[in-house]
């Protein structure tokens, strides 16, 4: 059956269909993301709880004159497919194909290329503040936004510029009271509220006026205090009392779902000439039964769908498991047992996430130790000065932040931690690589950014029972501490049954040799011992040190296998400029020792969405490159 969807190419195709048919659109958009995210894997459930929202802007506004935002990529699937790459969704996430999130380099239709929640606004904000000044062309500017990111502080302090300033900009709120897990806090409180009684401002109306119309003279009294009679009103019915405080116009709640509302709406909005708010209730998996009915636990779960887990729009049929020993397991998991094992050793231990709960494996405390678990939504500056504030007080805090989400709040790192020595653990996950999600995600500059800071301890653990001794070393050391560790399975390692402390800055040699020393950090001490294996083959003698601390690291160990080799060859998941290469030259120029060296790290350049092994190949981190690195400094 032929679809209207294959007939739109660009926005400008939605121009002029009728309200039937732009819901037609929106429809044929969901079935497009079930069935194609259905077999490749990726984000899901907000994207098919936005089609209606994307198909309304865009048969409304001329993009890219017109500017739209979204915040985040997570509910952006529908916007690429309605601006030329429908065809091509079946790439995304994938090397060489299209972005996970939107890219500035991808579409012209991409205004703003951003993988991390609460920015759009500000975006907006700059982009219409700029046209109001001359610069480009004049357009409206439209930013939607999840009620998750509105949990992000940054997000507050972009709508207090838009109403200060009186900047002509349309938020549309895309509420599905979920952001990746069921959002936290007093404001996700308030939209729950408004969500399930959209008649309250209806309600509010009908009460005013039947308060005029009391009789012997009380409703005259009424009418005749007016504004802050009507005040008082507003605040016990008003939905949108917060954004009318902000001098926003507030328009909803309205069903997002719904085509011609969300048109009807966004025509008053661009006609204003002022901040305002659309209010949008939507549904996280729109369409796909097992989201739309499961309640929290079917929207958490289906927030992105496994390759191959829908078919003809239904859940797959997993079949029975392959017989033999399961896989190894994530180091999330590892990390989060063994911070319930903490919890459970010192009553002071703390675990705090920002919105993301199972992704950093805080689920497990989550269940085992609710009143030792805390979320403060997206909002890492947060999250780092409530364990800043615990850590004051005597608890020994372990802030569970993704590599990439802990940049987002380096001042916090800096000034509220480091600079006053306070005993807080940060667990990196993500560090590395990240696959899939690229660029904005990718976890290359903690170890650059966290050995500049004062009283700060870096660790990365070979493998899974590492991390697990780590985290206790990290507790157990009275002052700030930060282990990174990758995304993915472990290597099947056996767990030791008690944690213990490794000595602050002690390496590990796991192969002696007297020809090129290999010091690797983290998880690329096993590339590194392949590498050496290859080596040997060749007749060369290498060492392999499993660095274990990017700061201090062992310099008396480092420079000795420096002093007794020819050549040394670092390795390490993780930016150059700065990282622990930096750091092995500048103990090796501190000691005096001149040898040749080759930093085997992250360039300095963007590295985008794609298979890990294959970038790793692409930049010499494999056991190739580290032997090929190896034979060059050596002559051969």
Known sequence: MTRLLDG????????????EELQQI????????????????????????????????????????????????????????LTGRRDQLQTIRKYHGLAPFCSIAESEHDIMGAGHASTAIGYAVGIKEAMRHGEGEDGHVVAVVGDGALTGGVAFEAVHQAGGLGTPIVVVLND?????????????????????????????????????????GIGSAFERLGPHVKESLKA????????????????????GHDVRAVRRALREA??????????????????????????????????????KSIANGVPAATGKSAPGRAGPPQ??????????????????????????????????????????????????????????????????????????????????????????????????????LVGADGATHQGFYDVAYLRALPNMIVMAPKDENELRHMLATAIAHDGPAAVRYPRGNG?????????????????????????VAVLALGTLAHVALEAAH??????????????????????????????????????????????????????????????PVRRLAIPDRVVEHGDPAAIRAALGLDADGIARAARRLLGG
């Open 8 to 19: 739109i190419d660009k926005p400008q195709d939605l121009h002029g269909l009728s309200d």
């Open 26 to 81: 929106a429809q044929e958009v969901r079935e497009h993301i079930i069935d194609t995210v259905g077999e490749i894997g990726g984000h899901f459930g907000a994207n098919l709880g936005a089609c209606e929202i994307a198909v309304a802007l865009h048969s409304m506004l001329d993009s890219p004159r017109d500017k739209v935002l979204w915040d985040v990529g997570h509910q952006a699937y529908p916007h690429k497919i």
């Open 176 to 216: 599905n009271g979920m952001s990746i897990a069921p959002n936290v806090g007093a404001l996700s409180r308030q939209f729950n509220r408004i969500r399930l009684n959209p008649k309250l401002w209806r309600a509010r109306e009908g009460f005013e006026e039947g308060l005029t119309k009391l009789p012997v």
């Open 236 to 255: 016990f019915w008003a939905p949108g009392l917060w954004w009318e405080e902000l001098d926003f116009v507030y328009i909803g709640v309205i069903d």
């Open 270 to 307: 661009l006609i204003a000439q002022r901040p305002v708010v659309i209010h949008c209730a939507t549904v996280k998996g729109k369409g796909f039964a097992p989201s739309e009915e499961g309640g929290l636990e079917g929207m958490e779960k289906w927030h992105a769908a496994k390759p």
């Open 331 to 432: 180091f999330t998991q590892v990390f989060g047992n063994a911070l319930v094992e903490e919890c459970r050793r010192d009553e002071r231990v703390i675990g705090i996430t920002a919105a993301m709960n199972s992704g950093t494996g805080l689920s497990i405390l989550q269940r085992e130790l609710p009143d030792r678990y805390f979320d403060v939504g997206i909002a890492e500056q947060q999250a780092v000065l409530f364990a800043a504030g615990l850590a004051l007080q005597g608890c020994k805090p372990v802030a569970a932040i993704y590599s990439t989400f802990l940049q987002r709040a380096f001042d916090q790192v800096v000034h509220d931690v480091c600079v006053q020595n306070l005993d807080v653990t940060f667990a990196l996950d993500r560090a590395g």
């Open 491 to 515: 290597f099947g390692v056996a767990l030791d049954p008690d944690l213990k402390a490794i000595p602050i800055g002690e390496a590990e040699l796991l192969r002696d040799g007297d020809q």
């Open 534 to 595: 290859a080596l040997a083959a060749d007749g060369i003698s290498a060492a392999v040190l499993n660095a274990r601390f990017a700061k201090p690291i062992d310099a008396k160990r480092v420079v000795a296998l420096a002093q007794r080799c020819r050549a040394v060859v670092t390795v390490e998941e993780a930016a150059a400029a700065g990282g622990f290469g930096s750091a092995v030259l500048e103990a090796l120029a501190e000691a005096g020792v001149t040898v």
